[in-house]
């Protein structure tokens, strides 16, 4: 079983804001990261650290943290964003890596 | 340019073990604060995170699988070599390797595209 808890599901309309959220003890201690993952192909980091996008993320996508929740908040999704969205981070101990269930996203 | 590439077989029967290689290009794994690191993904399920070996070789596992995996460094030919022993139908996956590197949250910033790996007899 994940130690990170995630919807298994999410709905936004288009255009409208979004966030998903990942529930872990780890996260009190350590940020997440968020990967976006598209039918058959490989994820994608989103986001990671305190709020950071690698290059050619677009910044309607940004990243927070409140005690053991983590979320990704998309604001203004577009069809584009339709996809299965994971965190990442830390297990408790610190030494090793858990993923989250995933949240598939769906763009109304 | 940060590249990766998983290779091996894609059938495996099982009580095999498996090998794969993740061939990088892009960065070097005996640069301080860089790591590769192992994920799979059975089909329609979720990431699952496998194994992750330091520039300094320090290696870390999955608890539930650490018995089954070895993952070791050839610097000199930029691979990750991942083993996983005593294969079962439920090991069926895609596996990705992917490059991290210390910042704070050590991401996996880069990533293979992965290899789908089927155990059947």
């Known amino acids: 079983s994940s130690e990170l808890t995630q919807d298994p599901a999410v709905s936004v309309a288009l255009g409208q804001t979004v966030r998903i959220t990942c529930q872990g003890d780890?996260?009190?201690?350590?940020?997440a990261s968020w990967y976006q993952q598209k039918p058959g192909q490989a994820p994608v980091l989103v986001i990671y650290?305190?709020?950071n996008r690698p290059s050619g993320i677009p910044d309607r996508f940004s990243g927070s943290s409140s005690g053991n929740t983590a979320s990704l908040t998309i604001t203004g999704a577009q069809a584009e964003d339709e996809a299965d969205y994971y965190c990442?981070?830390?297990?408790?101990?610190?030494?090793?890596?858990?993923f989250g269930g995933g949240t598939e996203l769906t763009v109304l | 340019q940060i590249t990766l590439k998983e290779s091996g077989p894609t059938l495996v029967k099982p009580t095999q073990t498996l090998t794969l290689t993740c061939t990088f290009s892009?960065?070097?794994?005996?640069?301080?604060?860089?790591?590769v690191g192992w994920i799979r993904q059975p089909p329609g399920k979720a990431l699952e995170w496998l194994a992750l070996?330091?520039?300094?070789?320090?290696?870390r596992y999955s608890p539930s699988l650490k018995s089954r995996l070895t993952i070791t460094k050839d610097t000199s030919k930029n691979q990750v070599v991942l083993t996983m022993t005593n294969m079962d139908p439920v090991d069926t996956a895609t596996y990705f390797c992917?490059?991290?590197?210390?910042?704070?949250?050590?991401?996996?910033?880069?990533w293979g595209q992965g290899t789908l790996v089927t155990v059947s007899s």
């Open positions: 992917a490059h991290s590197a210390y910042s704070s949250s050590w991401p996996f910033d880069y």
């Open positions: 892009g960065f070097s794994l005996s640069t301080r604060g860089v790591g």
């Open positions: 070996i330091y520039w300094d070789d320090d290696k």
């Open positions: 780890s996260l009190r201690s350590y940020y």
């Open positions: 650290g305190k709020n």
């Open positions: 990442n981070s830390r297990d408790s101990s610190g030494n090793l890596w858990v």
